[in-house]
């Protein structure tokens, strides 16, 4: 017997209630629902249709399928009457209760989440009047001909807070460079605005991609930098920052700096149009201020003297440079370190053995050898170094062969002697 009225066959009664078949065959396999089975089919009749807007009632409740379970018995067995109306009615008082305590900790919790936009808006509001960086006057006695190493001479220099913002670099030997937009340019670095990266939507396709194992490793490479860097002692200090890219690692240096006084921090970078988007993204959301240099130029053409940074912090711009001409530029940017200064850097090398479609690239891959990506601070008194990451390197970028290589992210940190 049914219970009369339309019968419904599974598939019309979950879109019925807009809902999955599996989940209707799991309330019947619970026994919320109990269909007529005829000939190995179930019939959905009158009274699932009311057992099943009962159940989604106290779904509405937040109630549980164990407690919609125990209500269901309660009410096939003895129909809510008698001291059994008693039971349901502290069963809808313990729901209320817990309902009220989720109710306190969701309107505590939105008020924090008030108390924070608001903090933030106003730090927006007060970020909008800060002034753009620049390249300070004093840093100009730091400053040198990469062809011959004297002295460069400043013209046409337009001037705000203290600050160049345009401007020409000259030396006597014909070398020039000039300033623009407070970013130092050295040659041609005016590529197209459409090549680079609205920063926004990068850092947020960053924090929501899938890949688990990409943000582990950028998370364990800046963990290595802020553990081992000094933040309490950087008063006085140059540091060059030797490709700044999206300016992620910026950015954490910023957080974690204690003071900086009378220091400089150089974010070099040779593209002109990406720097360039990383300072606006600086100028606009970072709201502790350090003296930060921007310099657009290829490693051996940043004209700073030798022997100024106290840091050089390179995250694997010596790898990608390795990759790219065949040197890692490692001995020239050594030059712009002082004596005792401190180096901190990542890179990538190639474990042996090499695949055997691979062994015609055998002096490429040897660049990027243990023994060889080691060997570039041999003459450096090594601090610490370690493994944060093996990895399956793809290397038909590289090598035009559809393959992959076992591949070890190294961190280094070591005092120049």
């Not at 939105?110 to 608001?118: F, K």
């Not at 960053?206 to 000094?230: G, K």
């Not at 940043?302 to 440079?321: E, G, H, Q, R, Y």
């Not at 940017?333 to 990542?346: A, C, D, F, I, T």
Request: proline letters at 2%; hydrophobic letters at 35%.
């Amino acid at each position: 017997m049914t219970g009369g009225g339309e019968i419904l066959k599974i598939g019309e009664f979950s879109r019925k209630f807009n809902t999955s078949i599996d989940t209707v065959r799991f309330y019947v396999e619970s026994g919320l629902l109990l269909p007529e089975k005829i000939h190995n089919q179930r019939n959905f009749d009158s009274r699932c249709v009311s057992d099943m807007e009962e159940i989604q009632k106290y779904k509405d409740m937040k109630f549980t399928i164990a407690d919609i379970k125990k209500i269901f018995s309660l009410r096939r067995l003895t129909g809510f009457l008698g001291e059994h109306r008693g039971y349901y009615l502290e069963m809808l008082g313990k729901k209320e209760r817990e309902l009220n305590s989720e109710a306190d900790t969701i309107r505590a919790a939105l008020s924090m989440v008030d108390i924070e936009r608001n903090m933030y808006n106003q730090n927006s509001e007060e970020k909008k009047s800060k002034s753009e960086y620049g390249i300070p006057l004093p840093f100009l006695s730091m400053t040198a001909c990469p062809s011959c190493g004297k002295g460069l001479i400043l013209d046409k220099a337009g001037i705000e807070n203290n600050n160049i913002m345009t401007g020409d670099l000259s030396c006597e030997c014909g070398y020039t460079c000039f300033i623009k937009d407070g970013i130092i340019v050295v040659g041609d670095k005016f590529d197209s605005d459409n090549d680079v990266p609205d920063l926004y939507k990068l850092f947020k396709n960053i924090y929501t991609q899938e890949n688990d194992e990409d943000l582990e490793r950028s998370f364990r490479t800046h963990d290595w930098y802020t553990r081992r860097i000094d933040f309490n002692n950087l008063d006085n200090k140059v540091v060059l920052r030797w490709g700044t890219g999206q300016g992620v690692l910026l950015r954490t240096f910023v957080e974690n700096v204690k003071s900086f006084e009378n220091s400089y921090y150089l974010a070099t970078d040779n593209n002109y149009q990406l720097l360039k988007k990383v300072k606006e993204f600086m100028e606009n959301t970072c709201d502790k201020r350090i003296s930060i240099i921007f310099i657009a130029a290829k490693y051996d053409e940043i004209p700073l003297k030798n022997s100024t940074a106290d840091m050089v912090i390179d995250t694997f711009s010596s790898s990608d440079l390795l990759l790219e001409r065949g040197i890692s530029g490692v001995e020239r940017v050594k030059q712009y370190l002082k004596k005792g200064g401190m180096w901190y850097g990542g890179y990538v090398y190639i474990n042996e053995p090499y695949p055997n479609v691979l062994y015609r690239y055998i002096d490429k891959l040897g660049k990027f050898s243990q023994d060889n990506v080691e060997n570039l601070f041999d003459d450096m008194e090594k601090l610490s170094s370690s493994k944060i990451s093996e990895f399956q390197l793809d290397t038909e970028e590289l090598f035009g062969v559809k393959t992959q290589v076992d591949a070890v992210y190294w961190m280094y940190n070591g005092k120049k002697v």
